[in-house]
């Protein structure tokens, strides 16, 4: 079982920049796939961003490309996501996700170890 703690969310404005991270409490940190997931109230919860064991592959959803880096730490074992140029549509639960990498991405079909949420909010 991994156990996944998100941080980092708080109010920005508009415009802002903001930094999550999330740490995981494991051993074996550098097999994992992890990656981003947000979620409003009344919405499904959706794809943000996605990296691979090394960080040496990434992939976005295509509203964030651009203003949003993910990236880890495998000797800390930290992933974060950079967020710039931050809008009112960023609002969201922000949700660690991570799976072994033999189990592929994040965003494909499976099962994820979650983070219980950080909470961003943009004000306009």
């Known amino acids: 079982q991994v156990q996944l703690v998100e941080s980092g969310g708080r109010l920005v404005q508009t415009g802002g920049s903001l930094t999550l991270s999330c740490t995981a409490s494991?051993?074996?940190?550098?097999?994992?796939?992890m990656g981003w997931f947000r979620q409003v109230p009344g919405k499904e919860r959706e794809f943000v961003a996605a990296?691979?064991?090394?960080?040496?592959?990434?992939d976005y959803a295509d509203s964030v490309k651009g203003r949003f880096t993910i990236f880890r730490d495998n000797h800390k074992n930290a992933m974060y996501l950079q967020m710039k140029y931050l809008g009112p549509e960023d609002t969201a639960v922000y949700y660690c996700?991570?799976?072994?990498?033999?189990?592929?991405?994040?965003?494909?079909?499976?099962?994820?170890?979650w983070g219980q949420g950080t909470q961003v909010t943009v004000s306009s």
């Open positions: 996700a991570a799976r072994d990498y033999y189990s592929g991405s994040v965003h494909a079909p499976g099962r994820n170890y």
């Open positions: 990296i691979n064991w090394s960080g040496g592959s990434t």
């Open positions: 494991t051993r074996a940190f550098s097999n994992l796939a």
